[in-house]
C-alpha cells in the first residue's frame, strides 16, 4: 500500500490539539514522549505502515502507534435505516524532540 493511500487525514479536535502540545518527561520506568496526533487511516493498514508513512511524509521520529477501529453508525433518512461507513483512528506518539506543524 502507498504510503499516501495509508494516512487519509489527520484529525483535528480539542482533544487531539491537547494531546498533541502536550508532552510527558522522562521518569525512572518510561521514556520521555512528544506529543500525541491523531489521523484517520485506511482500514487495513497495520502499524507497521502507519508508522513508517508518518516517518516519511513528515520527516519525524516515531516513538509508537496506537489504532482503533470505529464501526458506523446507525442514521435514519425518512424511512429507511441505513449505516454510516466505518473507520480507523491511528494515535502516533512522536520522540521529545519532532512536533507535526498541524495544529
Known sequence: MDIYHTIIRPLVTEKGT?????????TRTRPARGGAYTFEVHPKANKAQIRQAIEK????????????????????????IGTTR???????VLHPDNHIDLF
Open 86 to 92: 466505518g473507520w480507523k483512528k491511528a494515535v502516533v
Open 18 to 26: 491537547h494531546q498533541s502540545q502536550v508532552s510527558h518527561e522522562r
Open 57 to 80: 511524509i513528515y520527516n519525524v521520529k516515531v516513538m509508537s502507534v496506537r489504532t482503533s477501529s470505529r464501526s458506523g453508525k446507525r442514521r435514519r433518512y425518512r424511512l429507511t
